[in-house]
């Protein structure tokens, strides 16, 4: 099995019986904010793209980056895809010109043709990702790999299972905002960094200990920051709160816990793992480049400086009126929500700084309220600050994910009281009615387990929630005789049996008012 680095997350996998492109990010992401390091820009594209299968793992930018899927990526290649709650992912790609889709069942060994096997596991809690994540377990003529990019499992004992893995490629760096957007003092930042930092090493030895395989891949960061207000987050200023370790840093911490499989992938890098070992040739010293890390950041820098340029141009919207898109994309989703609501459990207000640098329209997402207007000088439990260009964008394009834009960006601050709240950027992230159905429903299977609330519809008892997407069928459930409809997907049901009409699977738990309830429809009677 080779494995060529192409840069962050992103490699191509080639055996005998075929090849897997996994997540190729090559244009900035996040505002611009995030670029590849070290640069993938100048690698053979044309080629590497033309390969049998494509696996993107989620739908994160610097993971899914559309323009270079849709510019360099065969149209040919079959998509491997992981099973997400949403078809948010297939159906970004149908859009940029994919049709052929292989949709994995989760945490299932499929055998492509010529004795290629994968299996990919997808986790779906609404803090995975932006709404999902996945890693992708590769096995050809013995060799196993296991992909596992930013995912974050409990364990990786299903993988274990089918045995011994020869290659792990697995996240160590930072991939977040925190702490170093919070306006707290620097000794504070560098405290609560240092603690993050040392946090991310420990869960990846974890990781790297539950599989112990024979080579470990240190990859999936960390990105690079090029524009001269971010410069600061690189981890080139001797700050040992920096969040953002590369993979030099990597290989010395794995040392000193007794590491010494590690090996890096440069852009163009490529790894022939066998059962007995593996070789690896570099497209120049891994030791050298690294120590020259700061020379080919500020090249970077002016090379991209145009590209940054022209993005920051694009976001100015002044025809925007902030408040009154903001009131139009959020309410409706505020007075359907019930946990993430009651999570967050105050107003969180956004003060927007104006082009002139200087005046600020400060605006609060009222939950408790379940209202958007304007700051009325209350006290709130989240505050941000940012360009109001950025705020502008994010509504003219109509993006529902704000965590995959904005916040990933760090271009912001951030103030709150008392501890960090999931479920401010839960929300965030499902500005449209199918995520924020999903979330809410997950949070609702969640929080009652077994006992999963009922509703009663025209003469039926049903469960609340829809076995597709846990869409809230109080709102979106029709019963027209025996069928009952759920129209957020249009997904149909046969009530006496619960049988899914629409799909395999999906039974609806249902039973009628007047009916035995020891026995509702869809289960079995012993």
Known sequence: MRVTGTGHASMRIDTAAGSILCDPW????????????????????????????????????????????????????????????????????????????????????????GGLKIMIQALTSP????IGDSSLWV???????????????????????????????????????????????????????????????????RYIDDLKADHVFPIAGPPCFLDDALWQFNDIHGDEGNIFPDQSVF??????????????????????????GASTTHPQPVEEFFANKVAHLEEMRERKRG????????????????????????????????????????????????YDGESVESIVVDFPGKEVRPYADEKVRYRFRTERALIEHLLHIGEVDWVNSLFLSCRFSAARIGQYNEFVYAFFKCLSEERLQYAEGWYDEHERAVDAEDITLDGWVVQRRCPHLKADLSRFGIVDGDQLTCQLHGWKFDLPSGRCLTSVGHKVRAHRVDADTSAPAGEAVS
């Open 251 to 276: 290989l010395s911490e794995y040392a000193k816990v007794g590491g010494t499989n590690g090996i890096v992938l440069l852009p163009g890098s490529v790894s022939e793992i066998t059962t007995s």
């Open 26 to 113: 090559v244009n900035p992401a996040y505002f611009a904010s995030w670029f590849p390091f070290p640069d993938n820009s100048l690698l053979d594209w044309e080629t590497l793209g033309q390969v049998d299968y494509l696996y993107v793992s989620h739908l994160h930018r610097d993971h899914f980056d559309a323009k270079h899927l849709r510019d360099f990526v065969s149209k040919d290649a079959t998509v491997l895809l992981p099973e997400f709650p949403t078809s948010e992912m297939e159906d970004e790609l149908r859009e940029l010109g994919f049709t052929k889709f292989l949709k994995a069942p989760n945490e299932q060994v499929v055998e492509l043709p």
């Open 139 to 205: 096995e050809y003529d013995g060799v196993r790999l296991l992909n596992q990019n930013d995912a974050r499992p409990t364990d990786l004992t299903v993988f274990a299972e089918l045995g011994h893995v020869h290659a792990h490629l697995l996240q160590f760096s930072g991939a977040i905002w925190y702490p170093m957007v919070y306006e707290l003092p620097q000794s504070a930042k560098t405290a609560f960094g240092k603690q993050k930092r040392e946090r991310q090493f420990d869960r990846t030895w």
């Open 127 to 130: 803090t995975d990702g932006p």
């Open 307 to 354: 590209v940054i340029e022209a993005e920051k141009a694009s976001w100015r919207h002044p025809e925007v009126d902030v408040l009154a898109g903001m009131k139009r994309r959020i309410e409706p989703l505020l007075d359907e929500s019930i946990y993430l609501a009651k999570g967050v459990g105050g107003p969180v207000r956004f003060d927007l700084v104006g």
